[in-house]
């Protein structure tokens, strides 16, 4: 081809090879949601199985794992972020001499939003990346297609286990978040603002409804389920060694990120609109 | 026992096997070599269904694994057992834990009586002292022969072996040819071993097959394929040092 009609043909291809590339991108993502969500459904088949001594065994030890050892980061992170809603909100309430109020916005905003969303990123960015790289290096090790080969079924040895537990686990997580977050408002309160911390007490409770906790929950539930579906996939999908293992661990903690933030807009939209 | 027949599978678009016909008979020790990414490993893969052939048909004995899905592909695996090139033990879990791991999941087995298979499995590849400790504690030839212990332990017909004796020093490399040796003499197991390692090859094979560039190009018995003229054949056999007219005999004495 002769040299300027080179580079225009060039120009204009390039519409078509960004959408071209554009179009494998939501082709492959559609692939992984697909094939996640199977591996997902499989897993919850065999949840049927749990009763089993070994299964349950090994329930017992992801329940361990996803609740026990992230206690302390939450505990930190918890603390802080219900002093952090007081004092913001706190200095604002002050203006309008209402800061006997901020028992209302932190335990409302807690239960409601923060406690899951806080609790869903420590969770995803801990056990979910733990659990991507752990499956990310059995499958490179080749583990994984030991299992297969053996009839055990990956589905239901490693990932109902671990979906279980954070299923489980991240609302019951979100309730200690949510206590954490609200004491550490009315430590705050009490020390910072003035706010007495039977009187901080006393309007929390009084205007936090359980419809708040139940949707907080629901929306734990599901961000264990999304947590659980994204590392397990990542994981169980990984190729190419060390740089497939890193890559499937970053890809968790990213998706997982998203989701909690898309879909518990989502919830929010779907219960209180 | 295994029929391969007219196999063809690309991956990453680059054609991997073409087209490859090839039957193993029942308790033999059929050898794969070839050079790397010749498509050894692949065809080994077929043979589990980790890999699905894009035409062609595996048959073991009259079951059709390339067809299977399901229960009936879990029965199929239930013959095999396979040995994977770095073991691929669970790292979680003890050599003993390792080892019963098929039985317990699997089987309806006692924990005395699958105590005492996993002993007899351990003892046979002189392993059960080691029953207690983590395969990151073990050396490589010691976690190849508890991967072992666990492909035999449910007794399969056919065992697979990756790389059995790659990454192994040369005497632990022959003592897992006599371990390969044995299980064909004393259970009559019929095994597929792929391999880089030609010395290894043509003391345990009864047959060894060539496969260049997703093709076959020999597969005939051990003492045949030494002197076979094919070119690639020749090349990857002096690459090895062992030439048509050296002098070589097949039997174990001469390696271990």
């Given at each position: 081809m002769i040299a300027p009609f080179k580079e225009i043909y060039r120009y204009l291809d390039l519409p078509v090879r960004s959408f071209r590339r554009l179009g494998r991108i939501i082709l492959l993502a559609c692939h992984d949601m697909g094939n996640a969500l199977i591996m997902l459904f499989s897993a919850t088949l065999y949840i049927?199985?749990?009763?089993t001594p070994r299964t349950r065994s090994r329930v017992a030890v992801q329940l361990y794992v996803t609740g026990i050892k992230s206690l302390g980061v939450i505990t930190v992170v918890a603390f802080f972020t219900g002093m952090i809603l007081a004092l913001q909100t706190g200095l604002e309430l002050r203006r309008y001499g209402q800061e006997v109020n901020i028992g209302t916005a932190v335990t409302v905003v807690m239960i409601r939003e923060m406690g899951p969303f806080m609790t869903g990123l420590i969770i995803a960015a801990s056990v979910g990346s733990a659990i991507a790289a752990q499956l990310g290096t059995m499958a490179v090790s080749e583990e994984i297609a030991a299992l297969e080969v053996m009839s055990i079924n990956p589905n239901r040895f490693l990932v109902m286990p671990r979906l279980v537990a954070l299923a489980v686990m991240m609302p019951i997580l979100t309730v200690y978040t949510n206590i954490l977050g609200i004491l550490g408002g009315g430590i705050v309160g009490s020390t910072q603002l003035g706010v007495a911390f039977q009187a901080y007490i006393d309007n929390a409770t009084r205007y936090a409804e359980n419809k708040d906790l139940y949707v907080g929950l629901f929306k734990a539930f599901v961000f264990g389920i999304i947590i659980a579906t994204v590392a397990c996939y990542q994981g169980l999908s990984t190729t190419e060694g060390a740089v497939g293992v890193g890559r499937a661990t970053r890809q968790t903690v990213i998706i997982s990120f998203l989701m909690i933030l898309i879909i518990g807009y989502m919830i929010t939209r779907l219960f209180y609109i | 026992m295994i029929t391969f027949d007219k196999v063809s599978k690309q991956l990453g678009g680059k054609t991997v096997l073409n087209e490859i016909s090839f039957e193993v008979p029942k308790g033999e020790t059929f050898v794969i070599v070839g050079l790397s990414g010749a498509g050894k490993s692949v065809t080994l893969k077929h043979l589990v269904q980790l890999l699905v052939p894009d035409s062609g048909t595996i048959r073991i004995g009259d079951d059709i694994i390339s067809e299977a899905r399901g229960k009936e592909l879990e029965r199929i695996r239930r013959r095999f057992g396979v040995l994977f090139q770095g073991a691929a033990?669970?790292?979680?879990?003890?050599v003993f834990e390792n080892v019963a791991l098929p039985l317990r999941e699997l089987t309806k087995m006692s924990e005395k009586e699958i105590e005492k298979t996993v002993r007899e499995k351990l003892r046979l590849l002189n392993m059960e002292e080691s029953m207690n400790v983590f395969p990151a504690d073990l050396s490589g030839g010691m976690q190849k022969r508890v991967g072992l212990a666990r492909a035999i332990v449910m007794d399969p017909e056919i065992i697979l072996y990756d790389?059995?004796?790659?990454?192994?020093?040369p005497v632990t490399s022959r003592l897992i040819d006599q371990l390969i040796e044995n299980l064909r003499k004393e259970l009559g197991i019929t095994s597929v071993v792929v391999t880089h390692d030609l010395h290894s090859a043509l003391a345990i094979g009864t047959r060894i097959m060539m496969i260049d560039g997703g093709t076959i190009v020999e597969n005939a018995a051990p003492q045949d394929f030494i002197k076979s003229t094919n070119e690639t054949v020749q090349r990857f056999l002096e690459s090895q040092y062992i030439t048509r007219r050296g002098a070589w005999e097949k039997g174990m004495e001469h390696h271990v």
């Open positions: 049927r199985t749990i009763w | 033990l669970l790292q979680w879990l003890t790389e059995p004796t790659s990454g192994l020093d």
